[in-house]
């Protein structure tokens, strides 16, 4: 995973490096009975930073908002998987999870990279792939945009800082 030199700066000081590498059978196998899937995107993912916790970085002066932190732990999302169909249909793709983020949301992965959050039953699209999530995360300067319900992305928030 290619990350520019600010978002991978947060995720090494977590002790995250690009050749990291976990098993995740354990979390495939799993989730797997409850019916999610596992892209070679998400696996590539899982795989290098599951187990992760990387804390919320402080927020600076040219943020809108509060920056989040993560637990990079697909099992988090077990029992969740009917929320997670549901955006699957609408969406027509696959989504794999890949752990929390502070607040609780969960994140959420495509086949070709896309990254979404999940809270309660709203979906948020974070990216095109999950660096540009990751630095949308970490870094943030924008809300994630809301997915509607016919599966297409509403309008970027932009501009007033929240609270975390």
């Known amino acids: 995973m290619t990350l520019d030199a600010e978002t991978s700066a947060v995720l090494v000081a977590a002790g995250w ?7 995740v059978t354990g979390w495939i196998r799993s989730l797997g009975s ?25 927020a600076t002066d040219r943020q809108s908002f509060a920056p989040y ?14 929320r997670v169909r549901r955006w699957e249909e609408r969406l027509g793709t696959a989504l794999s999870p890949l752990g929390e983020i502070t607040g609780p949301s ?3 992965v495509s086949p070709t990279g896309a990254t979404y959050s999940l809270y309660h039953n709203e979906l948020h699209w974070w990216g095109d792939s999950l660096p540009a999530a990751l630095r949308a995360l970490l870094l ?3 809300w994630p945009r809301p997915v509607r319900d016919d599966g297409t992305l509403g309008e970027l928030v932009t501009g007033t800082a929240r609270a975390h």
């Not at 490096?17 to 098993?23: A, F, I």
């Not at 932190?69 to 009917?82: A, V």
């Open 106 to 108: 969960y994140l959420l």
């Open 140 to 142: 943030t300067t924008d």
């Open 69 to 82: 932190g993560f637990r990079f732990d697909p099992i988090l999302m077990s029992g969740e998987y009917g």
């Open 34 to 58: 409850e019916g999610y899937t596992f892209s070679p995107t998400a696996i590539a993912a899982v795989t290098n930073l599951g187990g992760l916790v990387v804390p919320a970085p402080r």
């Open 17 to 23: 490096t690009r050749e990291r590498q976990v098993d």
